[in-house]
């Protein structure tokens, strides 16, 4: 593609602010490093486990690192990725690693205090969404 009559070559992704974006607006590219580094970061807390820090500060860990690694950007297209990148994101979270006791994903999730990262990721669209003030709101509702 000319520009400026020179050559540009085309990409199929480009990075934007930390934002993997995808020719198609998938996020698949986005979502998928996001899980990369995750994973890496999760192996540090296997590693921090071994040495004896408590469950608690683990979790704090988990949270501020891998929790905000995951959902970095969500609200920009989060709500638009497949079910199948979902999943991805949930199994990196599923907290065996840190959550010592606990059978079910949902029990390790509530010992932890986290939601799911699908949840997370909703609320998170839901609080950056602009809402309509009281003032413009039409008020002739028929029930």
Aim: overall charge positive; aromatic content about 6%.
């Amino acid at each position: 593609m000319p520009i400026s009559h020179e050559r540009m070559d085309t990409v199929t992704t480009a990075k934007f602010l930390g934002v993997t974006i995808d020719c198609y607006l998938t996020f698949q590219s986005h979502v998928t490093e996001r899980i990369t580094k995750a994973r890496k970061l999760a192996y540090v807390l296997v590693r921090l486990k071994r040495v004896g820090i408590p469950t608690e500060d683990l979790i704090e860990i988990y949270r501020a690192r891998i929790l905000s690694l995951l959902t970095y950007a969500a609200p920009t297209g989060f709500t638009h990725i497949s079910q199948t990148l979902i999943t991805n994101l949930e199994r990196v979270q599923n907290l065996k690693i840190i959550v010592p006791g606990e059978e079910g994903y949902e029990d390790r999730l509530h010992v932890a205090k986290v939601t799911t990262v699908e949840a997370h990721i909703c609320k998170s669209f839901v609080k950056t969404t602009p809402r309509k003030s009281s003032k413009t709101q039409n008020t002739n509702y028929t029930i």
